[in-house]
């Protein structure tokens, strides 16, 4: 079953794009994504939830055997890790699931209370981790981040940025033409 987001504020309207002084619209795709970190970072179905973007927050999820909160604590993309304490009043069987970054290749772990989790994890799919969740439980998610380069684009493969996880760093001197690169 696929995983549903939380209904906007717009119920499910979205804008297609900003009107400019001339009258013009454009795409809305940057203030529209940056909007939407709120309504995207967590996803559920009646099987579990989903963290979608690690990001400082807090979820309060509602469900037939009572709330769940899960806050989590991140200093990601900068640090390797991100944090999730699992809140209730009792315990719940259901499924965190964890986004694996498409870039993140290899040296992914998962861990529940200290305990590294066997489950399956494969770049651009969530790994999830089914269990009874308890009061205080402790999600912690560890990424490698090797640095490692990447082509600017296919029509410049011998012009790379240098890469840690998803951030990329750009040097360009500005007082030599790269060749071809107007």
């Not at 991100?82 to 861990?111: C, D, N, Y």
């Not at 651009?124 to 205080?136: H, K, L």
């Amino acid at each position: 079953m696929a995983a549903r987001s939380i209904t906007p504020i717009t119920e499910g309207r979205r804008p297609s794009g900003i009107s400019t002084a001339r009258g013009r619209v454009v795409p809305a795709r940057t203030p529209q994504v940056i909007s939407d970190y709120g309504i995207s970072a967590y996803l559920w179905d009646r099987n579990g939830v989903y963290v979608n973007l690690y990001i400082p927050s807090e979820l309060r999820w509602r469900r037939d055997d009572g709330t769940v909160t899960l806050t989590q604590e991140t200093a990601y993309p900068l640090d390797d890790r991100s944090t999730i304490m699992v809140r209730m009043s009792s315990s719940q069987e259901f499924a965190i699931s964890l986004r694996i970054p498409k870039w993140a290749a290899q040296g992914v772990k998962i861990a529940v209370n200290g305990k590294d989790q066997d489950v399956d994890i494969r770049p651009g799919r969530f790994a999830s981790v089914r269990r009874s969740w308890a009061d205080q439980d402790r999600i912690e998610i560890r990424f490698a981040m090797p640095l490692r380069t990447l082509p600017i684009n296919a029509q410049h493969p011998n012009v790379v940025a240098l890469m840690r996880g998803p951030l990329m760093y750009v040097s360009l001197n500005p007082w030599v033409e790269t060749a071809g690169a107007r």
